[in-house]
């Protein structure tokens, strides 16, 4: 099976149809058809249902498409090894997070990467969960890191730990000095939660589900910068975990108290990457340094 052919291929498969691959590779429609063609014939399957609104990968297809990403992310890791042999190396780390992990921490563990790494550049995409977990499927970063509830499918877990959902509080709030609250405690006060597709919010609105509480947050946002503002200077409560806020508790600015319930404490923190994929050096040096800094934080969060 060609590169080329391979390329193509994942193109009309991202792309749902011959015309859509042919606009994004600037390649005639008629090449690209031969080389599928050619593909199909090698693997004795087709690899497309033909559907008016386009081109749906069969069964075979699937399967083929999860091996041409990783052939094809190989062959550029191989490629920018041997450039960097002559210094022309791309020498970057493509990297998917969600918001609570990206804010604080990672920007100081591409800090203290780059002292052993000087010549390294990071890209990073900020998302929710699932678009970190798709962009590692796919290939288009090296690595993911994200709050997690249930299993995700073509993704590899290099770090996993357990991650729960802390009740955040300015360090004079009436409830700062338990060693836990219920959901019930919660609300006595103003709640500051993200947004509905965030593993917090989920795992809160689950939580009320089968405690029958019912709360309603007097603030919600998609971003939690504006949460800590507002749990700072009031008697508010935010929903968050160690590992986002640990940077404002060394200050003494918030406090974080765990919750008494079996839903927020479900979570984990993970890192992921592609299925079957082989990292270069750097990347794997810098998911070593993740997990050793991870571990240093979450080691100092309070016991559930």
């Not at 919600?220 to 986002?244: K, Q, R, W």
Request: glycine share 8%; with cysteine; hydrophobic share 45%.
């Amino acid at each position: 099976m060609h590169g080329i052919a391979l390329r193509y291929f994942v193109e009309v498969a991202q792309a749902g149809s011959l015309s859509g691959a042919s606009e994004r590779l600037h390649v005639a429609v008629s090449a690209i058809s031969r080389q599928i063609s050619k593909l199909e014939e090698e693997a004795g399957a087709p690899l497309f249902e033909r559907a008016a609104r386009g081109m749906v990968l069969s069964e075979a297809g699937q399967l083929l498409l999860a091996h041409a990403r990783r052939t094809l992310l190989e062959s550029e890791s191989v490629l920018q090894e041997i450039a960097g042999l002559k210094g022309m190396a791309r020498n970057e780390i493509r990297m998917a997070a969600v918001e609570g992990v990206a804010r604080v921490f990672l920007p100081l563990a591409m800090v203290r990467f780059r002292r052993d790494w000087p010549g390294v550049r990071f890209d990073l995409h900020v998302g929710p969960s699932h678009d970190v977990a798709r962009r590692v499927a796919e290939g288009s970063v090296e690595l993911g890191m994200t709050f997690n509830v249930e299993r995700v499918s073509g993704v590899s877990v290099r770090y996993s730990r357990r991650a729960p959902v802390h009740a955040v509080m300015a360090a004079g709030h009436p409830l700062a000095r338990r060693r836990n609250v219920s959901l019930q405690d919660l609300g006595q006060y103003p709640l500051a939660l993200t947004g509905l597709g965030t593993s917090s919010r989920h795992l809160f609105e689950m939580g009320c589900l089968l405690e029958s509480v019912q709360l309603e947050p007097t603030l919600t946002c998609n971003d939690s910068s504006p949460l800590h503002g507002f749990v700072l200077e009031s008697d508010a409560v935010m929903l968050s975990g160690y590992i986002s806020v640990a940077w404002s508790l060394k200050r003494e600015e918030l406090v974080a108290v765990p919750i008494s319930n079996a839903e927020l404490q479900s979570r984990t923190l993970q890192i992921y990457v592609m299925e079957g994929r082989v990292l270069p050096p750097k990347a794997e040096a810098f998911i070593a340094l993740l997990s050793r800094e991870l571990d240093l934080v979450l080691d100092q969060g309070p016991e559930v």
